[in-house]
Each structure stands twice: as C-alpha cells, then as structure tokens.
C-alpha cells in the first residue's frame, strides 16, 4: 500500500515537472 501510494506520488511529481518544462519551452520559443 505505502509502495504504491510513493509509486503515484513521484508519478505526479513526474508529470508536473515536465509540464512545466513543456510550457517554459514553448513560451521561450513565443517570446523569443
């Protein structure tokens, strides 16, 4: 039970951490 729920937890971390990747990208390349 822990395992997974730390398994989802850095799974979302994941994800946000690329989103916001993604989106720093594609304003930089707006802006630029």
């Known amino acids: 039970m822990n ?9 979302w971390i ?4 690329l989103s916001i990747l993604f989106w720093s990208q594609l304003i930089w390349l707006a802006f630029r």
């Open 14 to 17: 994941g994800v946000f951490t």
């Open 3 to 11: 395992n997974m729920t730390s398994h989802k937890y850095w799974s």
